[in-house]
């Protein structure tokens, strides 16, 4: 009995969070499962909420100054780098060779160097065109040159029964391992649903399992990898990425395609009457813990296979 429970320790999975922001992926993956053991984030404000819900987890301030000896163990990665260099709403974008975007940079170093056996990124779909497409192939070049294989899904707020449209670009990868391909490739099976998919049409809300992966969405194929899009167009071809994509976001979350009413969100969907513009930037930034929750349930069932 003691021998399954310490078993049952070693194998909860353990979660380093880097530009963390309000702690959307930590929150997801722990209602998942597993545990969130180190955090990085270099906005105060953000940083009082990490505080005030991970008040025992190690939180550093800036990623420039973080040495790998600094971070716990632990399994799994993962990191929302800052989008504003990539996202269409910046007329003036300058992709990854940007001071914020380019932290990507940074942060693969300290991937090089340890090597976590899973990686979890977000950024805006702007990636997809940014500087004519090439940025998003250097994200992917980046990763498989540091022994990363996996893939990417497009997922929107929206698909996990929120009222707002939030769309986001995830990457899911393994190092030196076909891990991350069962993410993509054995969605019935990890869900433990075979039955017939039932057309959208039929339902308001369909939940997040259909709306990702019902309805054939559009399969995105390269050397090394591949994604799903539920984006309404799209170039089968990375490399000819164009503009065409709807990225960037708002500084509130905007609800329903309506102005954001803050008492009606409130009674409808327990919104808090304080959120401001402040907080209604970094809702708008966080990832969706709904979304994260998903990704770490499907990540927890596939490491069950390799036990």
Not at 36 to 60: G, M, S
Not at 273 to 290: E, F, Q, Y
Request: glycine share 10%.
């Amino acid at each position: 009995m003691i021998s399954c429970i310490v078993r049952s320790i070693l194998n909860i999975m353990r979660v380093s969070s880097f530009f963390a922001g309000i702690g959307g992926f930590d929150l997801g993956f722990e209602r998942a499962g597993m545990h969130v053991v180190f955090q990085c984030e270099i906005d105060p404000f953000c940083q009082q909420i990490l505080k005030r819900h991970w008040r025992h987890v190690p939180l550093h301030d800036d990623i420039t100054t973080l040495v790998p000896a600094a971070i716990p163990a632990s399994e799994l990665w993962c990191a929302g780098w800052p989008c504003q260099d990539l996202s269409t709403a910046n007329t003036d974008r300058k992709g990854l060779t940007g001071e914020r975007s380019g932290l990507f940079f940074t942060f693969m170093e300290l991937v090089k160097e340890v090597q976590p056996k899973w990686l979890v990124m977000e950024n805006v779909p702007g990636l997809l065109s940014a500087e004519q497409g090439t940025a998003f192939e250097t994200v992917i070049d980046t990763l498989e040159e540091n022994g990363y294989l996996g893939g990417w899904v497009s997922c929107n707020a929206t698909d996990a029964g929120l009222p707002h449209n939030r769309d986001r670009v995830f990457f899911i990868a393994s190092f030196r391992s076909e891990r991350a391909y069962h993410f993509f490739t054995d969605s019935s099976e990890l869900f433990r649903d075979n039955s017939a998919r039932e057309p959208r049409e039929e339902k308001v809300r369909p939940d997040f399992r259909q709306s990702t992966f019902g309805n054939t969405p559009l399969v995105v194929q390269r050397r090394g990898g591949f994604g799903y899009t539920l984006a309404k167009s799209i170039c089968p071809t990375l490399r000819a990425q164009t503009s065409g994509h709807q990225g960037g976001h708002s500084d509130r979350p905007i609800l329903c395609g309506e102005k954001l009413d803050v008492d009606r969100v409130g009674n409808a969907n327990g919104v808090s009457s304080r959120l401001d513009g402040r907080r209604g930037r970094l809702l708008g930034n966080a990832v969706v813990p709904a979304i994260s929750e998903w990704i770490g349930k499907r990540i927890l069932e596939i490491e069950k296979i390799y036990i």
